[in-house]
């Protein structure tokens, strides 16, 4: 059965600061991966995606991950956060349409970003 | 604009009362689910329909019924059976079953 870990439910930067936010995953399959953001009353809205070609993968509004399968990781960075960075964060794998195609969402992580 | 749309943003329930949530997209999008949202719990799937005229039970889909009659339109009823319906509810599409998934603005439901 497929799971996402995301370590951390609130972390908080400075703005400017490095932005770093964790999932694991568990699938028994190579999986697609996704972060999604969500802002206050609003739906997700898809950051990145993983689907098996390149590991380090580049997104919208500067962000990045990278996927380690040794480590079973999909983390999420930008290297300098802004303000308008404070939002809802959630990690998501699926088994890429097989008997569990659906998504499987991390419980999230809020990012602050402090002035 | 292709996209995704539900109504109303606010909804308002009274005790006994079945409602439903509506979930439109124009992305010609074959695969389209519903999603309860908790604060601290992410996200967890009600139905999924891989199809039109074909949907099957998610995670907790004990006191919601939905239908799909029409491949843009995904309706979700939360019925009298659901005793606890206070949350945020999300539609989202994909072009087929297990593709990326495209989510709309959400539904807030609420209990008088």
């Known amino acids: 059965a497929q799971s996402v870990t995301q370590l951390g439910s609130h972390v908080s930067v400075s703005e400017g600061a490095l932005v770093l936010l964790r999932c694991n995953y568990s699938s028994s399959v190579p999986p697609y991966l996704f972060w999604y953001v969500q802002y206050p009353n609003q739906g997700l809205q898809l950051l990145l995606k993983?689907?098996?070609?390149?590991?380090l993968v580049k997104g919208i509004n500067g962000f990045e991950a990278e996927f380690k399968k040794s480590e079973t990781s999909f983390h999420l960075t930008k290297p300098s956060a802004h303000m308008s960075d404070a939002a809802e964060y959630f990690c998501a794998v699926s088994d890429r349409g097989g008997s569990q195609g659906n998504l499987i969402f991390g419980k999230g992580t809020k990012l602050s970003v402090k002035p | 604009d292709g996209g995704i749309t539900q109504s109303p943003k606010y909804l308002f329930r009274k005790e006994g009362q079945n409602v439903t949530l509506s979930c439109e997209q124009n992305?010609?999008?074959?695969?389209m689910y519903w999603y309860r949202q908790d604060p601290g719990q992410g996200l967890r799937l009600i139905y999924y329909?891989?199809?039109?005229?074909?949907?099957q039970k998610g995670d907790i889909a004990e006191g919601y019924s939905v239908s799909r009659e029409k491949k843009e339109s995904f309706p979700l009823t939360v019925t009298s059976a659901q005793k606890n319906p206070t949350a945020f509810y999300l539609c989202?599409?994909?072009?087929?079953?297990?593709?990326?998934?495209?989510f709309g603005p959400g539904t807030r439901l609420l209990v008088l």
């Open positions: 993983y689907t098996s070609a390149a590991t």
């Open positions: 992305l010609n999008h074959d695969a």
């Open positions: 329909s891989q199809i039109v005229n074909d949907f």
């Open positions: 989202a599409s994909s072009s087929v079953y297990g593709e990326t998934q495209y």
